[in-house]
Protein backbone atom coordinates (compact mmCIF):
# COMPACT_ATOMS: atom_id res chain seq x y z
CA UNK A 1 0.00 0.00 0.00
CA UNK A 2 3.05 2.19 1.14
CA UNK A 3 3.95 2.53 -2.90
CA UNK A 4 0.51 4.25 -3.65
CA UNK A 5 0.17 6.24 -0.44
CA UNK A 6 3.32 8.06 -0.72
CA UNK A 7 2.04 10.14 -3.76
CA UNK A 8 1.92 13.34 -1.53
CA UNK A 9 5.43 12.98 -0.78
CA UNK A 10 6.71 12.41 -4.20
CA UNK A 11 5.36 15.50 -5.11
CA UNK A 12 6.34 17.90 -2.37
CA UNK A 13 9.63 16.91 -3.38
CA UNK A 14 9.07 16.88 -7.19
CA UNK A 15 8.03 20.52 -6.95
CA UNK A 16 11.01 20.84 -4.26
CA UNK A 17 13.49 24.08 -5.10
CA UNK A 18 15.64 26.43 -3.27
CA UNK A 19 18.59 29.07 -3.46
CA UNK A 20 21.77 28.22 -1.49
CA UNK A 21 22.19 29.79 2.15
CA UNK A 22 25.15 30.65 4.16
CA UNK A 23 25.41 28.26 7.67
CA UNK A 24 28.24 29.24 10.35
CA UNK A 25 31.69 27.44 9.62
CA UNK A 26 31.48 27.28 5.87
CA UNK A 27 29.55 28.45 2.81
CA UNK A 28 27.58 25.08 1.22
CA UNK A 29 26.81 26.78 -2.11
CA UNK A 30 29.35 25.20 -3.91
CA UNK A 31 29.47 21.71 -2.18
CA UNK A 32 26.81 20.00 -4.10
CA UNK A 33 27.29 19.42 -8.33
CA UNK A 34 25.23 17.84 -10.72
CA UNK A 35 27.30 15.66 -12.62
CA UNK A 36 27.89 13.83 -9.07
CA UNK A 37 24.46 13.57 -8.61
CA UNK A 38 23.22 12.27 -11.77
CA UNK A 39 25.91 9.64 -11.82
CA UNK A 40 24.85 8.17 -8.40
CA UNK A 41 20.92 8.35 -10.38
CA UNK A 42 22.27 7.09 -13.19
CA UNK A 43 24.00 3.62 -11.75
CA UNK A 44 21.36 2.93 -9.12
CA UNK A 45 17.92 3.42 -11.83
CA UNK A 46 19.94 1.50 -14.44
CA UNK A 47 18.63 -2.01 -15.90
CA UNK A 48 21.40 -3.44 -14.40
CA UNK A 49 19.72 -2.85 -10.95
CA UNK A 50 16.66 -4.46 -11.72
CA UNK A 51 14.28 -1.79 -10.08
CA UNK A 52 15.89 -2.62 -6.29
CA UNK A 53 13.12 -4.79 -4.76
CA UNK A 54 14.09 -6.00 -1.63
CA UNK A 55 14.86 -9.92 -2.01
CA UNK A 56 16.37 -9.90 -5.13
CA UNK A 57 19.86 -9.36 -7.00
CA UNK A 58 18.64 -5.63 -7.39
CA UNK A 59 19.57 -5.34 -3.60
CA UNK A 60 22.10 -6.81 -3.20
CA UNK A 61 23.77 -4.49 -5.88
CA UNK A 62 22.21 -1.43 -4.65
CA UNK A 63 23.69 -2.28 -0.97
CA UNK A 64 27.16 -3.03 -2.50
CA UNK A 65 27.11 -0.26 -4.14
CA UNK A 66 25.72 2.27 -1.29
CA UNK A 67 28.57 0.25 0.88
CA UNK A 68 31.10 1.11 -1.06
CA UNK A 69 30.25 4.66 -1.96
CA UNK A 70 30.21 5.61 1.99
CA UNK A 71 33.20 4.03 2.36
CA UNK A 72 34.84 5.78 -0.38
CA UNK A 73 33.30 9.40 1.05
CA UNK A 74 35.48 8.32 3.90
CA UNK A 75 32.25 7.85 6.57
CA UNK A 76 31.71 5.08 9.17
CA UNK A 77 30.33 2.40 9.53
CA UNK A 78 27.38 3.32 11.28
CA UNK A 79 26.49 -0.23 12.92
CA UNK A 80 29.28 -1.75 15.19
CA UNK A 81 31.67 -1.69 12.40
CA UNK A 82 29.55 -2.23 9.68
CA UNK A 83 27.14 -0.42 7.41
CA UNK A 84 24.79 -2.68 7.40
CA UNK A 85 21.67 -3.15 9.83
CA UNK A 86 19.78 -6.38 9.14
CA UNK A 87 15.97 -5.89 8.19
CA UNK A 88 13.65 -9.74 9.08
CA UNK A 89 11.02 -9.72 6.55
CA UNK A 90 8.31 -11.95 5.82
CA UNK A 91 6.78 -12.26 2.31
CA UNK A 92 2.80 -12.91 2.66
CA UNK A 93 0.89 -14.33 -0.16
CA UNK A 94 -2.90 -14.24 0.26
CA UNK A 95 -5.01 -16.21 -1.81
CA UNK A 96 -8.68 -14.96 -1.12
CA UNK A 97 -11.86 -17.22 -1.92
CA UNK A 98 -13.39 -15.43 -5.09
CA UNK A 99 -16.32 -14.37 -2.91
CA UNK A 100 -17.51 -13.07 0.78
CA UNK A 101 -21.11 -14.25 1.86
CA UNK A 102 -23.10 -11.20 3.82
CA UNK A 103 -25.76 -12.38 6.19
CA UNK A 104 -28.54 -10.11 7.75
CA UNK A 105 -31.79 -9.88 9.15
CA UNK A 106 -33.01 -8.29 6.04
CA UNK A 107 -31.40 -10.32 3.22
CA UNK A 108 -28.16 -12.19 2.19
CA UNK A 109 -25.33 -11.24 -0.71
CA UNK A 110 -21.99 -12.15 -2.13
CA UNK A 111 -19.41 -9.61 -2.46
CA UNK A 112 -16.34 -10.43 -4.94
CA UNK A 113 -13.42 -10.45 -3.77
CA UNK A 114 -10.63 -7.13 -5.56
CA UNK A 115 -13.75 -5.70 -6.76
CA UNK A 116 -15.97 -4.85 -4.18
CA UNK A 117 -13.33 -5.65 -0.80
CA UNK A 118 -9.41 -6.72 -0.32
CA UNK A 119 -8.07 -8.33 2.31
CA UNK A 120 -4.87 -9.16 3.96
CA UNK A 121 -3.17 -10.06 6.40
CA UNK A 122 0.31 -9.97 8.51
CA UNK A 123 -0.17 -13.36 10.62
CA UNK A 124 1.22 -16.41 8.71
CA UNK A 125 -1.53 -18.96 9.83
CA UNK A 126 -1.49 -21.25 6.79
CA UNK A 127 -5.35 -20.63 6.73
CA UNK A 128 -7.56 -18.01 7.85
CA UNK A 129 -11.30 -18.11 8.29
CA UNK A 130 -14.36 -15.63 8.54
CA UNK A 131 -17.27 -18.19 10.01
CA UNK A 132 -20.55 -15.79 10.58
CA UNK A 133 -18.72 -13.15 12.32
CA UNK A 134 -20.46 -10.34 13.34
CA UNK A 135 -20.13 -6.76 12.28
CA UNK A 136 -19.84 -3.42 14.40
CA UNK A 137 -19.84 -0.52 12.84
CA UNK A 138 -16.88 1.70 15.10
CA UNK A 139 -17.17 5.14 12.99
CA UNK A 140 -14.02 5.86 12.53
CA UNK A 141 -12.12 3.53 14.67
CA UNK A 142 -10.40 6.19 17.01
CA UNK A 143 -9.61 6.76 20.43
CA UNK A 144 -7.98 10.23 20.80
CA UNK A 145 -8.29 11.21 24.34
CA UNK A 146 -6.59 14.75 23.71
CA UNK A 147 -9.96 14.94 21.51
CA UNK A 148 -12.19 13.52 23.96
CA UNK A 149 -13.22 11.36 21.01
CA UNK A 150 -13.43 7.37 21.76
CA UNK A 151 -15.49 5.18 19.12
CA UNK A 152 -15.00 2.25 21.15
CA UNK A 153 -16.19 3.31 24.50
CA UNK A 154 -18.78 1.09 25.98
CA UNK A 155 -18.17 -1.60 23.12
CA UNK A 156 -16.04 -4.70 23.04
CA UNK A 157 -14.89 -5.77 19.73
CA UNK A 158 -13.16 -8.86 20.70
CA UNK A 159 -13.26 -11.45 18.25
CA UNK A 160 -15.47 -9.85 16.24
CA UNK A 161 -15.48 -7.73 12.55
CA UNK A 162 -14.96 -4.16 12.81
CA UNK A 163 -16.24 -1.53 10.02
CA UNK A 164 -14.59 1.72 9.87
CA UNK A 165 -14.63 5.38 7.95
CA UNK A 166 -11.39 6.39 6.63
CA UNK A 167 -9.92 9.93 7.46
CA UNK A 168 -10.64 12.01 10.53
CA UNK A 169 -14.56 13.02 11.55
CA UNK A 170 -13.80 16.56 10.65
CA UNK A 171 -12.99 15.78 7.38
CA UNK A 172 -16.53 14.62 6.24
CA UNK A 173 -18.12 17.20 8.73
CA UNK A 174 -16.40 19.89 7.59
CA UNK A 175 -15.65 21.10 11.07
CA UNK A 176 -12.83 22.69 11.95
CA UNK A 177 -13.13 22.22 15.73
CA UNK A 178 -13.31 18.28 15.09
CA UNK A 179 -9.76 16.98 15.11
CA UNK A 180 -7.70 19.48 12.87
CA UNK A 181 -10.60 20.07 10.56
CA UNK A 182 -9.88 18.32 6.99
CA UNK A 183 -6.32 18.71 7.91
CA UNK A 184 -5.69 14.94 8.65
CA UNK A 185 -3.84 13.53 12.14
CA UNK A 186 -2.58 10.31 11.89
CA UNK A 187 -6.05 8.76 13.32
CA UNK A 188 -7.20 9.28 10.11
CA UNK A 189 -4.56 7.04 8.51
CA UNK A 190 -5.41 3.64 7.51
CA UNK A 191 -2.45 2.23 9.41
CA UNK A 192 -3.70 3.70 12.64
CA UNK A 193 -6.91 1.92 12.28
CA UNK A 194 -5.76 -1.34 11.69
CA UNK A 195 -3.49 -0.61 15.02
CA UNK A 196 -6.52 0.09 17.11
CA UNK A 197 -8.70 -2.48 16.21
CA UNK A 198 -5.58 -4.77 16.96
CA UNK A 199 -5.40 -3.14 20.12
CA UNK A 200 -9.39 -3.42 20.52
CA UNK A 201 -8.85 -7.10 20.47
CA UNK A 202 -10.84 -7.22 16.91
CA UNK A 203 -10.42 -10.15 14.63
CA UNK A 204 -10.55 -8.02 11.45
CA UNK A 205 -10.93 -4.48 10.12
CA UNK A 206 -12.73 -3.17 6.56
CA UNK A 207 -11.97 0.15 5.81
CA UNK A 208 -14.64 1.79 3.75
CA UNK A 209 -13.05 3.38 0.81
CA UNK A 210 -14.08 6.79 -0.41
CA UNK A 211 -11.58 8.61 -2.94
CA UNK A 212 -12.00 11.89 -1.65
CA UNK A 213 -11.71 10.67 2.15
CA UNK A 214 -8.38 8.44 0.75
CA UNK A 215 -7.04 11.15 -1.75
CA UNK A 216 -6.61 8.09 -3.96
CA UNK A 217 -9.01 5.87 -5.74
CA UNK A 218 -9.57 2.31 -4.84
CA UNK A 219 -7.74 0.96 -7.98
CA UNK A 220 -5.09 1.93 -5.84
CA UNK A 221 -5.08 -0.28 -3.44
CA UNK A 222 -6.56 -3.25 -5.81
CA UNK A 223 -3.15 -3.02 -7.11
CA UNK A 224 -1.65 -2.55 -3.79
CA UNK A 225 -3.12 -5.34 -1.86
CA UNK A 226 -4.38 -8.59 -2.24
CA UNK A 227 -1.32 -10.37 -3.18
CA UNK A 228 2.54 -10.49 -1.78
CA UNK A 229 3.27 -8.27 0.91
CA UNK A 230 6.30 -7.98 2.81
CA UNK A 231 6.17 -7.24 6.58
CA UNK A 232 8.29 -7.11 9.38
CA UNK A 233 9.23 -10.75 10.71
CA UNK A 234 7.74 -11.05 14.38
CA UNK A 235 8.05 -14.36 15.49
CA UNK A 236 8.20 -15.00 18.91
CA UNK A 237 6.16 -11.51 19.40
CA UNK A 238 3.41 -11.57 21.54
CA UNK A 239 1.75 -8.33 19.98
CA UNK A 240 -1.49 -8.92 18.59
CA UNK A 241 -2.48 -8.85 14.74
CA UNK A 242 -6.04 -8.63 13.84
CA UNK A 243 -6.48 -11.75 11.73
CA UNK A 244 -7.82 -9.81 8.39
CA UNK A 245 -6.95 -6.07 7.42
CA UNK A 246 -8.84 -4.69 4.62
CA UNK A 247 -10.88 -2.54 2.18
CA UNK A 248 -14.55 -2.07 1.17
CA UNK A 249 -16.06 -0.14 -1.46
CA UNK A 250 -18.62 2.70 -1.26
CA UNK A 251 -21.00 0.66 -3.53
CA UNK A 252 -20.29 -2.40 -1.59
CA UNK A 253 -20.53 -1.25 2.00
CA UNK A 254 -24.22 0.30 0.69
CA UNK A 255 -24.96 -2.96 -0.19
CA UNK A 256 -23.74 -4.62 3.42
CA UNK A 257 -26.03 -1.75 5.08
CA UNK A 258 -28.93 -2.70 3.04
CA UNK A 259 -28.84 -6.40 4.43
CA UNK A 260 -29.21 -4.91 8.14
CA UNK A 261 -32.21 -2.94 7.12
CA UNK A 262 -29.99 0.56 7.49
CA UNK A 263 -28.16 3.14 4.39
CA UNK A 264 -25.23 5.42 4.51
CA UNK A 265 -27.20 7.62 7.50
CA UNK A 266 -25.61 5.58 9.49
CA UNK A 267 -22.56 6.41 8.70
CA UNK A 268 -22.78 9.96 8.76
CA UNK A 269 -23.74 9.79 12.80
CA UNK A 270 -19.77 9.26 13.07
CA UNK A 271 -18.80 12.55 12.88
CA UNK A 272 -20.49 13.86 15.60
CA UNK A 273 -19.11 13.79 19.20
CA UNK A 274 -20.30 11.10 21.34
CA UNK A 275 -21.41 8.79 18.64
CA UNK A 276 -21.47 4.58 19.79
CA UNK A 277 -20.68 2.08 17.86
CA UNK A 278 -23.35 0.34 16.34
CA UNK A 279 -23.72 -3.74 16.19
CA UNK A 280 -25.34 -4.49 13.19
CA UNK A 281 -26.59 -7.94 13.08
CA UNK A 282 -24.51 -8.25 10.20
CA UNK A 283 -22.06 -11.91 9.71
CA UNK A 284 -19.34 -12.61 7.78
CA UNK A 285 -18.19 -15.39 6.11
CA UNK A 286 -15.02 -16.29 3.81
CA UNK A 287 -11.50 -17.87 3.81
CA UNK A 288 -7.66 -17.01 2.95
CA UNK A 289 -4.98 -19.01 2.65
CA UNK A 290 -1.80 -17.92 2.96
CA UNK A 291 1.85 -18.74 2.00
CA UNK A 292 5.11 -17.07 3.93
CA UNK A 293 8.72 -16.70 3.10
CA UNK A 294 11.28 -15.40 5.32
CA UNK A 295 13.97 -13.68 4.24
CA UNK A 296 15.75 -10.45 5.44
CA UNK A 297 16.73 -7.26 3.65
CA UNK A 298 19.12 -4.18 4.94
CA UNK A 299 19.62 -0.98 6.13
CA UNK A 300 22.77 0.66 5.23
CA UNK A 301 23.87 3.22 7.73
CA UNK A 302 27.12 5.45 7.61
CA UNK A 303 28.07 8.24 10.10
CA UNK A 304 30.41 11.11 10.85
CA UNK A 305 31.80 11.50 14.71
CA UNK A 306 30.51 13.97 16.12
CA UNK A 307 33.72 16.49 17.56
CA UNK A 308 31.88 17.86 20.81
CA UNK A 309 28.94 15.91 21.32
CA UNK A 310 29.44 12.27 19.66
CA UNK A 311 26.37 11.24 21.74
CA UNK A 312 23.63 13.91 20.02
CA UNK A 313 22.51 12.64 16.57
CA UNK A 314 21.27 14.37 13.19
CA UNK A 315 19.62 11.46 11.07
CA UNK A 316 19.33 11.62 7.46
CA UNK A 317 17.02 9.42 5.38
CA UNK A 318 16.34 8.10 2.02
CA UNK A 319 14.79 4.85 1.09
CA UNK A 320 16.98 2.99 -1.22
CA UNK A 321 14.10 0.53 -2.96
CA UNK A 322 11.51 0.75 -5.14
CA UNK A 323 9.36 -1.77 -6.97
CA UNK A 324 11.60 -4.40 -9.27
CA UNK A 325 10.21 -5.81 -11.90
CA UNK A 326 6.22 -6.01 -12.62
CA UNK A 327 3.74 -5.59 -15.22
CA UNK A 328 5.02 -4.60 -18.89
CA UNK A 329 4.14 -0.81 -19.84
CA UNK A 330 2.40 -0.04 -23.38
CA UNK A 331 6.37 -0.74 -24.84
CA UNK A 332 6.70 -3.91 -22.87
CA UNK A 333 9.14 -2.60 -20.32
CA UNK A 334 8.76 -4.51 -17.26
CA UNK A 335 11.45 -2.89 -14.82
CA UNK A 336 10.69 -0.27 -12.66
CA UNK A 337 13.94 1.62 -12.48
CA UNK A 338 12.24 4.62 -9.85
CA UNK A 339 14.73 6.85 -11.08
CA UNK A 340 13.13 9.86 -8.93
CA UNK A 341 11.14 7.46 -6.32
CA UNK A 342 13.56 7.13 -4.81
CA UNK A 343 17.13 6.48 -6.56
CA UNK A 344 17.80 10.43 -6.76
CA UNK A 345 16.76 10.85 -2.81
CA UNK A 346 19.22 7.82 -2.30
CA UNK A 347 21.82 9.55 -4.50
CA UNK A 348 21.02 12.56 -2.41
CA UNK A 349 21.72 11.25 0.84
CA UNK A 350 25.13 9.94 -0.84
CA UNK A 351 25.83 13.70 -1.63
CA UNK A 352 24.97 14.80 2.07
CA UNK A 353 27.37 12.27 3.49
CA UNK A 354 29.88 13.75 1.10
CA UNK A 355 29.00 17.35 1.62
CA UNK A 356 29.48 17.30 5.73
CA UNK A 357 32.73 15.51 4.94
CA UNK A 358 33.94 18.27 3.24
CA UNK A 359 33.55 20.58 5.63
CA UNK A 360 36.64 22.29 7.06
CA UNK A 361 35.49 21.53 10.81
CA UNK A 362 33.67 18.62 11.88
CA UNK A 363 30.52 18.52 13.03
CA UNK A 364 30.08 19.11 16.53
CA UNK A 365 26.92 16.40 16.98
CA UNK A 366 27.22 12.88 15.46
CA UNK A 367 25.26 13.32 11.84
CA UNK A 368 24.18 9.96 10.45
CA UNK A 369 23.24 8.91 7.09
CA UNK A 370 21.01 6.27 6.93
CA UNK A 371 20.05 4.06 3.29
CA UNK A 372 16.33 2.45 4.73
CA UNK A 373 15.12 -0.75 2.64
CA UNK A 374 10.94 -1.48 2.24
CA UNK A 375 9.88 2.30 2.24
CA UNK A 376 7.70 1.06 -1.55
CA UNK A 377 5.95 -2.26 1.08
CA UNK A 378 5.07 -0.31 4.04
CA UNK A 379 8.17 2.25 5.40
CA UNK A 380 9.31 -0.97 7.12
CA UNK A 381 13.41 -0.32 7.13
CA UNK A 382 12.73 3.06 8.91
CA UNK A 383 9.81 1.24 11.37
CA UNK A 384 12.60 -1.64 11.76
CA UNK A 385 15.46 0.94 12.88
CA UNK A 386 12.67 3.27 14.94
CA UNK A 387 11.66 -0.24 16.79
CA UNK A 388 15.65 -1.70 17.24
CA UNK A 389 17.58 2.01 17.18
CA UNK A 390 21.74 1.81 17.01
CA UNK A 391 21.17 5.16 18.59
CA UNK A 392 19.22 6.26 21.41
CA UNK A 393 15.82 7.82 19.98
CA UNK A 394 16.22 10.17 23.28
CA UNK A 395 19.96 11.54 21.87
CA UNK A 396 18.60 11.83 18.34
CA UNK A 397 18.14 15.78 17.82
CA UNK A 398 15.80 15.59 14.59
CA UNK A 399 15.89 13.28 11.56
CA UNK A 400 15.60 14.49 7.89
CA UNK A 401 13.62 12.97 5.13
CA UNK A 402 14.31 12.54 1.31
CA UNK A 403 11.81 11.24 -0.68
CA UNK A 404 12.57 12.32 -4.33
CA UNK A 405 14.20 15.29 -5.71
CA UNK A 406 13.31 18.06 -8.06
CA UNK A 407 14.96 17.31 -11.61
CA UNK A 408 14.02 20.17 -13.03
CA UNK A 409 14.19 24.12 -12.23
CA UNK A 410 13.96 26.40 -9.39
CA UNK A 411 11.00 26.95 -7.77
CA UNK A 412 10.10 30.34 -5.42
CA UNK A 413 7.93 28.79 -2.56
CA UNK A 414 8.29 26.25 -0.19
CA UNK A 415 5.61 23.82 1.19
CA UNK A 416 5.41 22.24 4.93
CA UNK A 417 3.84 18.96 5.21
CA UNK A 418 1.46 18.34 8.09
CA UNK A 419 2.79 22.34 8.86
CA UNK A 420 2.60 23.15 12.95
CA UNK A 421 3.79 19.71 14.41
CA UNK A 422 7.52 20.87 15.25
CA UNK A 423 10.18 23.34 15.45
CA UNK A 424 12.20 21.89 13.48
CA UNK A 425 10.15 23.48 10.64
CA UNK A 426 10.48 26.70 11.77
CA UNK A 427 14.26 26.09 10.94
CA UNK A 428 13.19 25.26 7.64
CA UNK A 429 11.00 28.29 7.02
CA UNK A 430 13.97 30.62 8.24
CA UNK A 431 16.67 28.97 5.89
CA UNK A 432 14.08 29.64 2.86
CA UNK A 433 13.34 32.86 3.87
CA UNK A 434 16.61 33.98 4.16
CA UNK A 435 17.01 32.27 0.44
CA UNK A 436 14.23 34.82 -0.66
CA UNK A 437 11.39 32.31 -0.33
CA UNK A 438 8.37 32.43 0.68
CA UNK A 439 5.91 30.13 2.31
CA UNK A 440 2.93 28.39 0.45
CA UNK A 441 0.25 26.68 2.37
CA UNK A 442 0.09 22.67 2.08
CA UNK A 443 -2.20 21.76 -1.29
CA UNK A 444 -4.14 18.24 0.43
CA UNK A 445 -3.70 19.00 3.91
CA UNK A 446 -6.11 16.34 4.22
CA UNK A 447 -4.10 13.55 2.24
CA UNK A 448 -1.80 12.95 5.28
CA UNK A 449 1.14 13.36 3.33
CA UNK A 450 3.37 13.66 6.75
CA UNK A 451 2.63 10.17 7.75
CA UNK A 452 3.76 8.48 4.41
CA UNK A 453 6.94 8.40 4.01
CA UNK A 454 10.13 7.01 6.30
CA UNK A 455 10.73 10.16 8.67
CA UNK A 456 7.14 9.34 10.29
CA UNK A 457 8.07 6.06 11.85
CA UNK A 458 11.02 8.64 13.74
CA UNK A 459 8.24 10.93 14.43
CA UNK A 460 5.93 8.15 16.23
CA UNK A 461 8.71 7.39 18.37
CA UNK A 462 8.88 11.15 19.78
CA UNK A 463 11.62 12.19 17.42
CA UNK A 464 11.07 16.04 15.00
CA UNK A 465 11.04 14.91 12.19
CA UNK A 466 11.01 17.36 8.98
CA UNK A 467 8.44 16.27 5.33
CA UNK A 468 9.15 19.44 3.31
CA UNK A 469 9.74 20.85 0.08
CA UNK A 470 8.73 23.21 -2.77
CA UNK A 471 5.57 24.26 -3.76
CA UNK A 472 4.40 24.76 -7.45
CA UNK A 473 5.66 28.81 -8.25
CA UNK A 474 8.40 27.77 -11.19
CA UNK A 475 10.73 30.67 -11.11
CA UNK A 476 10.71 30.78 -15.17
CA UNK A 477 6.97 29.48 -15.43
CA UNK A 478 5.29 30.50 -12.68
CA UNK A 479 2.51 28.12 -10.57
CA UNK A 480 0.71 27.15 -13.74
CA UNK A 481 3.95 25.64 -15.60
CA UNK A 482 5.52 23.78 -11.89
CA UNK A 483 2.07 22.41 -11.75
CA UNK A 484 2.19 21.29 -15.33
CA UNK A 485 5.69 19.49 -14.27
CA UNK A 486 4.67 17.90 -11.06
CA UNK A 487 1.31 15.97 -12.59
CA UNK A 488 3.02 14.94 -15.59
CA UNK A 489 5.37 13.14 -13.24
CA UNK A 490 2.36 11.53 -11.64
CA UNK A 491 0.33 10.88 -14.50
CA UNK A 492 3.01 9.18 -16.64
CA UNK A 493 5.71 8.42 -14.40
CA UNK A 494 5.23 7.66 -10.99
CA UNK A 495 5.55 4.22 -10.41
CA UNK A 496 6.09 3.15 -13.93
CA UNK A 497 8.45 1.71 -15.93
CA UNK A 498 8.86 5.41 -17.37
CA UNK A 499 10.51 6.84 -14.42
CA UNK A 500 13.65 6.36 -15.88
CA UNK A 501 17.21 8.09 -15.97
CA UNK A 502 17.00 11.15 -18.15
CA UNK A 503 20.21 13.09 -19.29
CA UNK A 504 18.41 16.36 -20.19
CA UNK A 505 17.37 16.61 -16.41
CA UNK A 506 19.07 20.33 -15.04
CA UNK A 507 18.56 19.06 -11.03
CA UNK A 508 18.37 23.24 -11.07
CA UNK A 509 15.80 22.67 -8.12
CA UNK A 510 17.24 19.63 -6.61
CA UNK A 511 20.91 21.19 -6.26
CA UNK A 512 18.82 23.96 -4.55
CA UNK A 513 17.16 21.23 -2.33
CA UNK A 514 19.79 19.87 -1.00
CA UNK A 515 21.68 23.11 -0.20
CA UNK A 516 18.72 23.75 1.70
CA UNK A 517 18.46 20.41 3.78
CA UNK A 518 22.59 20.23 4.05
CA UNK A 519 21.88 23.77 5.86
CA UNK A 520 19.09 22.75 8.23
CA UNK A 521 20.86 20.06 9.43
CA UNK A 522 24.17 22.03 9.53
CA UNK A 523 22.47 24.50 11.85
CA UNK A 524 21.93 21.43 14.40
CA UNK A 525 25.23 19.48 13.87
CA UNK A 526 27.28 22.79 14.55
CA UNK A 527 25.14 23.92 17.48
CA UNK A 528 23.33 23.58 20.72
CA UNK A 529 19.85 23.55 19.45
CA UNK A 530 16.70 21.21 20.30
CA UNK A 531 13.70 20.90 18.23
CA UNK A 532 10.56 20.25 19.47
CA UNK A 533 6.90 19.34 19.33
CA UNK A 534 4.43 22.38 18.97
CA UNK A 535 1.51 22.00 21.29
CA UNK A 536 -1.28 19.86 19.32
CA UNK A 537 0.91 17.64 17.86
CA UNK A 538 0.05 14.03 18.55
CA UNK A 539 3.86 12.65 19.14
CA UNK A 540 4.88 15.95 21.75
CA UNK A 541 3.83 13.56 24.53
CA UNK A 542 5.80 10.88 22.99
CA UNK A 543 9.13 12.90 23.21
CA UNK A 544 8.48 13.54 27.03
CA UNK A 545 8.34 9.54 27.34
Known amino acids: MQSAISRSSVLLFLAAAFAGCNQPSQQSADTFNKDSLMAHIKVLSSDEFMGRRPFTIGEEKTVDYLKS ?39 SLELKNVDDYILATERTDSVITLNNDEVIFAGYGVVAPEYGWNDYDGIDVKGKVVMVLVNDPGFNAGDTTIFKGRTMTYYGRWTYKYEEAARQGAKACLIVHNTAAASYPFSVVQNSWGKSNLYLDTKGSTQYHCALNGWMTGDATKKLLATAGKDTTLLALADKKGFKAVPLGVKLSTKVKVTTVYNKSENVIAKITGSKHPDEYIIYTAHWDHLGIGKPDAKGDTIYNGAIDNASGSAALLEMARAFKSQKEKPERT ?21 HPIYPLDKTVAEINMDGVNAMGKRKDVSISGQGQSTLEDYFVEAAKAQGRYLSPEEKPEAGGYFRSDHFNFAKKGVPALN ?65 WKDGSEFKALRKK
Open 468 to 532: AGGGTDDAAGGKKEGKRQSDEYVDKHYHQPSDEYDPTWTFEGGLDDLRLFFNVGKRLAYGSEWPV
Open 367 to 387: VIFLSVTSEEQGLLGSKYYAE
Open 69 to 107: TYARLGTEPGNNGSYIQEVPLVDITVNADPTMKVRGAKG
